[in-house]
């Protein structure tokens, strides 16, 4: 895997909320290397709400260790 | 995505509150941007006791984030 | 949205209990603002083991938070 | 709802487990109040492997709250 | 029950991770007590993705309370 | 069990992460300790995207232990 997570120190919420995005698709880009088959999965869970709300749970997670490494951007 | 995060920091519970909702929300609209989609799938998640469980966890999650970030509002 | 959350502090740990049960039930106040619909689905997920057991998970997700908040009534 | 939960503080881990058990029953016993419905859910999730582990999971939340306000039993 | 959990603190972080998994396990023992149905259960659940994934999340939720209270092995 | 958890910390948030997604594998080898039956559950799981969005949710509960060991790498 190429170097992806340089550091959990963002300079806004914002961008660490997006962090946390990224460290929920990464789990599955790990579990899951062939882009085909993600990219044919995508369709599926992007129209249904508990699938959505499952994804939002994840990145709510990894929002969690984000927003404490940067000490809540205080 | 436009700005919509620039601070945990809120004035009062309640509004910490309120801005987990919108943190939960905001995953699932980076998930699926198209607002049209969403709105399909509202009418079925918001009656389905299940799903409104599924929802209130994630606010719990976020707002276990926002609550750390206001050291609680004390 | 009336004022209900004025502060995380309370003065026991079942008092503290009972409002993680409270900031439980908002989240999904909020997402179905409908008092109907709402009463509706109390038959269908109050008889349903695996419901209540979610239910049960939220309940304690949110008093980790209210627990925190409240240094453990220590 | 009488007196039953007097302080997050045990003497033993083990105790502290015990009352997260408790702490997860008492979300179901507030939802559905009668004692009558729990003992007709009980053979259901009882001999349902995933429904074991998603009470489980509820303990695990609440004993990281107990472990919390017990310092541990350090 | 006799007595299974003197204390949290573990010589290794592997020996915390095991001791997690006992966690785990216990309530589903305090809950459906009968060897006999636990066994039962068991060539069910072992062999289902998503059974296995959510045993993996109680551990991992219990290595939390258990990586603390040793202050992380550190 | 071999010896397979030296340490929580790592060099790098990256390979934190990596920790995680091992972490989260190994309740499921304790479990099921047939590499058979794991490598037949796989073709399963990797195509569902409920399931890998459950490994992703099961990676992040790992990676907030391991990053709070590592101070967040910071």
Redesign the interface.
Known sequence: ?E???????TA???EG??LA?K??????K???PSAE?RA???P??????????????????????V???NN???
Not at 3 to 9: E, H, R, V
Not at 23 to 28: D, G, Q, Y
């Open positions: 895997m170097a992806w997570l340089p550091s959990l120190i806004t919420p914002q909320y997006e995005i460290l929920s698709r990464m789990a599955v790990y579990t899951q088959v044919q999965l995508r599926v869970y992007e129209k249904d709400a508990d699938s959505l709300t499952a994804v939002s749970q994840v990145v709510a997670i990894n929002f969690q260790t927003a404490a490494a809540y951007w205080k």
